[in-house]
């Protein structure tokens, strides 16, 4: 196998790890609770990525992408991590975290807005089958039920704003690491931070949850970190040395791969209408691409920073 295969096959691995975080994250949050749970996976992601990625030193960083950057990726992490923790129930993390791969086709609205990117008319349908897709997730056995959906978003309305925020603050964390990273990763340093704010949380608020260690929560707690910390690194070496376009086509397809994760993670069946819905999220990511790659031929680069 050479360099470029190896290279490919290591970016689909970050695929699979990044597609494992939602059911992850809600079975460290049922023994550490959302906040704590949250903290510890920060925290051990954090040591992995410092053994993986390496730490730059601050004077590397532009100073747009130190503050922007940070403050956006920082504000991200914290709301996939609570809005999962938060959930009522597995199947309402599942839920809620096809309300966070919006991303997708909220990036490529931001590209066309605040880039000259241009983009052909299939930009339209893509946002409207992505947000169509979500009302069918949201709808439960009713599909696409507007109503249904309201009910749903109602009886937790914390985990599934915060999950439409991070989408929102995701896509712009892509669009202007693309113009003022300056080719400097600085996933390290925001983990760090990711946990300090949840340490700091948790001391303020507490958590009513408290924290159960056993074997399994902490099985559970390694597993997570590994897929936060390793999905980063493993991602980056795939973008640098592999196959670009054929790994920036697979992740739209995260949202499905993920819920079919999740669900056998928490034992939690999915009907038809959730599976319909998921696939009209990953259809409208992909037209979202493919409006911007038809005019420029290229593959996306707000896209190559990943995500979960």
Known sequence: MNQYTKATAIG????????SIVGLIKEVSHSFGATGGAALIYTVASLFLLFTVKWIPLKKFPKKYLIYGGLLMVSYELCLALSIGYSQSSKQAIEVGMVNYLWPSFT???TILFT??????????????????????LGGDEGLNVREMLSNVQANPLSYGLAFVGAILWAAYCVITVRMAKGVNGITLFFILVAVALWIKYFITGDPAGMHFSVSSVVYLVLAACAMGFGYAAWNVGILGGNVTMLTGASYFIPVLSAALSSLLLATP??????????????GSVLCWL?????????PGPVSGGGH
Request: charged share 10%.
């Open 116 to 137: 000259k990117k241009k983009a052909s008319w299939l930009i339209v349908p893509g946002i409207i089958v992505s947000m169509l897709g979500v009302v069918g997730v």
């Open 12 to 19: 689909f691995c970050a695929i699979l790890l990044w597609s």
């Open 270 to 283: 999915l009907g038809f209408s959730f599976w319909q819905g998921a696939l009209m999220v990953c259809g």
């Open 291 to 299: 409006a911007t790659r038809v005019r420029a031929n290229a593959v």
């Open 108 to 110: 490529m609205v931001a």
